[in-house]
């Protein structure tokens, strides 16, 4: 497993941009997985957004295409999501994940390295 710390949550009104980032820590994750998960109140945790390290391809929830973008910072060893054109409704704590299979899936379980989660609230 690796080490996964989000930031970059905070407070933005509809219309507006906030970029997350998770820094990556631990074992070797050249050929890992990555993803960002969401979970409002009393809702289920969502799939985001992902791609493999080793790879090209880049995968979204419909409901974020077009505005969000996940990137990342070899250098860095940092996963990026940014966000633009807000909604209420992307309110919901974010979380970073990985999976050492390096295998792209919207599932929840098909992640075995989880970050703390950072706080975004999109207000109307």
């Known amino acids: 497993q690796v080490q996964l710390v989000e930031s970059g949550g905070g407070l933005v009104q509809a219309g507006g941009s906030l970029r997350l980032s998770c820094v990556v820590s631990?074992?070797?994750?050249?050929?890992?997985?990555m993803a960002w998960f969401r979970q409002a109140p009393g809702k289920e945790r969502g799939f985001v957004a992902a791609f493999r390290w080793s790879g090209e391809g880049t995968y979204y929830a419909d409901s974020v295409k077009g505005r969000f973008t996940i990137s990342r910072d070899n250098a860095k060893n940092t996963v990026y999501l940014q966000m633009n054109s807000l909604k209420p409704e992307d309110t919901a704590v974010y979380y970073c994940?990985?999976?050492?299979?390096?295998?792209?899936?919207?599932?929840?379980?098909?992640?075995?390295?989880w970050g703390q989660g950072t706080q975004v609230t999109v207000s109307s």
């Open positions: 994940a990985a999976n050492r299979w390096g295998r792209v899936t919207m599932a929840t379980y098909g992640y075995d390295s």
């Open positions: 631990g074992r070797t994750f050249s050929n890992y997985a």
